[in-house]
């Protein structure tokens, strides 16, 4: 079975600075991986490498089998590779309704009609009820998201994403700014995401990363220290190291 | 919960409705104005021709600025393409027909909004605004020079165009090009209020708000800008078209740096981001002018200045969108 | 080869009349990031208030331009608080519209006061006639547009890489809230730079009178100018805006002698092909 995505040795210098070093990963459909990381280990960089925002110096990004690495966001984009924001980037203007319609509708290359609705287009239009309706933002459709909660926005963008119908998710700290009364609905959310769905997640919380992830893979300084199973990761002498530097005798990791 | 959706696929068919029973009330508003602007004012049918040539600039301008976002101070280089195109059509190669020098207009248009958007869109910011300047100037100076086709600083006369269909003069009074106009205005009206709701304005009001999440859904910004700003042409090349045929002349002054600042004092008076608006500051802002420009020419600039800092400080949205704003609250209060 | 040097001293001299009026609303772009396209409105205030000063009242050059460069920062001071202070931070529209609708009623008042026609600032006898160079003689005008051009170049160096105000202004072009953070008074530095930049500006309208005349529509004739300056040179860059300058006043200046007839044709184009080669700017840090 050919992965969903598969990093092989890439790298990235910024001048003499080696921001990413030989890194490589694979996720198969279905996987649920949680990347971690001090700050400053380079997963920014990373997820920008994998997204095509920045070019690597060397090294393959393939994409359901097919070599992507000198197609730019876009293409990567439309052949299934798809990302949130950290900070939710929403238009503030716009409904949650049409958000996911335009996804949607950009999804099936329909953007560039100049004419019909989407109201008036039946297909469109279940989908987009099934989205909200999932994600529990049903009632807030025709909302602007200038007035609606900032919990209620992260789930909107995991819809848009959603809505793109992604083989590959990258998830940047999906309940980040999210107050503790709603992470329960986002985590929820993130545990029904489609089964045959390929998930990496950037995240801080160590809680949501031992609950969703069934894999964990640690970034430090650019490399790639641990790649295994949640339940190893804390007891693992290098990532003690790279979080907690000489004081590795503390007792956890977050 | 089949139930539910059902109910939900209601609602959303409730504000299709609405939707299109404001643009219903839309065109019936522009045809019961044009209707008062004719009965009262009989004698000045020109003036009122030369607002509705000049509201297609500023809805042109609107679906670039208020849709898309792109600050310009270059757009009359747009209506003013349209214009000479349709004045030198019937000059220089007698298409006199009107429909056809509309036609050649919109063309004309389309193509100096694919030149204005291939240059503007090369840059973001304060450069962005430096070339829609620098473009109009150039247009200018193009005109200008060119005297032996476009008349150069004397205008472009003789343009003499047919009877519309055949039938109707363009009489001394204005009424044919009166009334060609407000059907044009409605045509035009009707196709971009689809256009500004379609999946392609959507994409568009997107990227006004944040083109890098446009890109990450997988959408093209530069190319999409671009096609907006080629319907925009065509959209102000009709309008240059129109006022070449009501007027008979077209002067450097329709490729003007002025034509284009005043037209962004339209829109921005009215409302950007709505056609509504763009209509209501058009009208607004010429009628204003010919009152105080007939009242007093030597302050004409100092109160569109005046106007202008007003309408920064207090009125942000314009006339349309704070009328809007205000009317939404008190909505929801009730 | 005379018309070359004498071509290349008129572009050097336009070039850094166009510098001295630019590098305010360069520094204050960079600093404010406030799209101010009324700035080239108080360089003519500049002109009118010298010309008036020496032409109604009899006063001397120095004396005038004195009165010029003190007066429009006068004038400038109560439009900062008033209408500057509130467009700060707002988007670029919103800027653009204000200082467009302060130029159009500072060109309305020009027009009303002064009337439409072209005021001359007449130059002492010191700065008249033409200095000999043996092999070519440069109207001294020329060279003291040069030499204050220079000088105002100069001047601005020592400010800002040497004084303790020119520290302060660089820290807060680079990261305003965290200058803030470190004590810095940047609302304080905002209005001495834009009261620097509006004095630079007047100074150089009634500098460049000789080439650039002052009537009213000259808010708006050089508009694009002074802009393309910023844009080309880059917001904050002082080296970038001299580079822009001589680089513009040499394309103006060489299309103005050999294709008269073309008028400000070639300086458009020129224009719109170096933004769309640096949509940068020269120096590359505008944004």
């Given amino acids: 079975m050919t992965n969903a995505l598969e990093v092989d040795n890439i790298s990235k210098h910024f001048g003499g600075l080696k921001v990413t070093g030989n890194v490589s990963l694979s996720l198969a459909p279905g996987d649920r991986v949680a990347l971690i990381g001090p700050n400053g280990a380079g997963k920014t960089t990373f997820v920008n490498l994998v997204t095509g925002n920045l070019s690597v110096d060397a090294g393959t990004v393939r994409l359901g089998g097919e070599d992507v690495t000198s197609k730019g966001p876009m293409e990567r984009v439309r052949r299934g590779l798809v990302r949130s924001f950290q900070v939710t980037r929403l238009f503030q203007d716009m409904t949650p309704e049409e958000h996911v319609a335009l996804a949607i509708l950009q999804r099936e290359g329909r953007t560039n009609r100049l004419f019909g609705d989407f109201r008036r287009m039946p297909q469109v239009l279940a989908e987009v009820d099934h989205l909200l309706d999932e994600l529990g933002l049903e009632q807030l459709a025709t909302t602007k998201v200038s007035q609606i909660a900032y919990g209620q926005q992260r789930l909107l963008e995991l819809a848009v994403a959603l809505a793109l119908k992604p083989k590959v998710l990258l998830l940047d700290e999906p309940a980040a700014g999210v107050p503790q009364s709603d992470t329960g609905r986002i985590e929820q959310a993130l545990a029904e995401l489609p089964a045959d769905l390929a998930v990496l997640m950037i995240e801080h919380d160590m809680d949501l990363v031992f609950r969703f992830a069934r894999r964990v893979i640690v970034l430090a300084a650019g490399e790639i220290i641990f790649d295994g199973l949640p339940s190893e990761v804390i007891e693992n002498a290098r990532v003690r190291e790279a979080y907690l530097g000489s004081y590795a005798n503390a007792s956890s990791v977050a | 919960m089949a139930l539910l959706v059902k109910q939900e696929h209601g609602m959303a068919n409730a504000t299709t409705r609405t939707a299109v029973t404001r643009d219903l009330i839309g065109l019936v508003a522009i045809i019961v104005v044009a209707g008062i602007g004719y009965l009262l004012f009989p004698n000045n049918l020109a003036l009122l021709t030369r607002i509705i040539a000049i509201a297609f600039l500023v809805l042109s301008l609107d679906l670039v600025t208020g849709f898309c976002g792109i600050a310009t101070l270059g757009h009359a280089a747009l209506f003013g393409a349209g214009a000479y195109a349709a004045g030198m059509a019937s000059v220089h190669f007698g298409i006199n027909e009107p429909i056809t020098m509309v036609m050649v207009g919109l063309i004309a248009g389309a193509v100096a909004g694919l030149i204005s958007g291939a240059v503007v869109l090369r840059a973001h910011g304060l450069p962005q605004l430096v070339l829609s300047i620098a473009l109009i100037h150039l247009f200018h100076e193009l005109a200008n020079k060119a005297s032996s086709w476009t008349g150069g600083s004397d205008g472009l006369s003789g343009i003499t165009p047919d009877p519309l269909l055949g039938m109707f003069e363009f009489d001394l009074w204005g009424r044919t090009a009166y009334v060609f106009g407000v059907v044009l205005l409605l045509i035009v009206f009707a196709v971009l209020t689809r256009v500004v709701r379609s999946p392609f304005g959507m994409l568009c009001r997107g990227i006004k708000e944040d083109p890098i999440r446009i890109r990450a859904m997988g959408g093209a910004v530069q190319s999409t800008l671009l096609r907006m700003y080629i319907i925009s042409g065509a959209v102000a090349g009709i309008g240059g078209a129109l006022n070449a045929i009501s007027t008979q002349v077209v002067g450097l002054d329709s490729l003007s740096f002025t034509l284009s600042a005043e037209s962004l004092v339209m829109l921005v008076l009215g409302g950007t981001g709505s056609l509504y608006g763009g209509l209501i500051g058009t009208v607004v802002f010429m009628w204003f002018e010919d009152l105080v420009s007939a009242a007093n020419p030597f302050h004409w600039l100092t109160m569109v200045g005046a106007l202008l800092i007003l309408v920064v400080l207090f009125a942000p949205r314009g006339l349309y969108g704070s009328a809007a704003a205000y009317f939404t609250r008190r909505g929801e209060r009730r | ?287």
């Avoid at chain 3, 802009?227 to 060489?254: E, N, Q, R």
């Fill in chain 3, 1 to 287: 080869m005379q018309t070359v040097f004498s071509v290349a001293v008129d572009a050097l001299a336009y070039g850094m009349v166009l510098f001295v009026i630019s590098i305010g609303l360069s520094v204050t772009m960079g600093l404010m990031r406030v799209v101010n396209l009324a700035h080239g409105a108080f360089a003519m205030i500049g002109g009118y208030i010298a010309s008036y000063a020496v032409r109604d009242l009899g006063l001397g050059y120095a004396a005038a331009v004195l009165i010029a460069v003190f007066g429009t920062v006068l004038i400038a001071i109560p439009i900062e608080r008033l209408l500057y202070r509130r467009i700060y931070g707002s988007p670029e529209l919103t800027q653009v519209l204000m200082t467009i609708g302060i130029t159009f009623c500072i060109i309305g008042i020009a027009n009303y006061v002064f009337g439409p026609t072209l005021k001359t600032i007449p130059l002492p006898a010191e700065l008249q006639g033409s200095v000999d160079l043996g092999f070519r003689s440069i109207a001294t005008h020329r060279i003291f547009a040069i030499a204050c051009g220079l000088a105002v170049a100069l001047g601005l160096w020592y400010l800002i890489e040497r004084t303790g105000f020119g520290v302060k202004l660089r820290a807060a072009v680079d990261d305003a809230a965290m200058a803030a953070a470190l004590g810095v008074r940047t609302d304080v530095v905002y209005a001495v730079s834009f009261a620097i930049g509006i004095g630079l500006a007047a100074f150089g309208g009634v500098v460049g009178a000789e080439l650039l005349p002052v009537e009213p529509y000259y808010a708006l004739r050089y508009m694009v100018t002074f802009l393309v300056v910023v844009s080309v040179g880059g917001a904050g860059s002082i080296p970038g805006a001299l580079l822009a300058c001589l680089v513009l006043g040499g394309i103006d200046t060489t299309g103005r002698y050999l294709w008269p007839e073309f008028g400000e044709f070639f300086f458009y184009a020129a224009v719109i092909a170096i933004i769309c080669v640096f949509p940068r700017g020269l120096a590359g840090r505008a944004r």
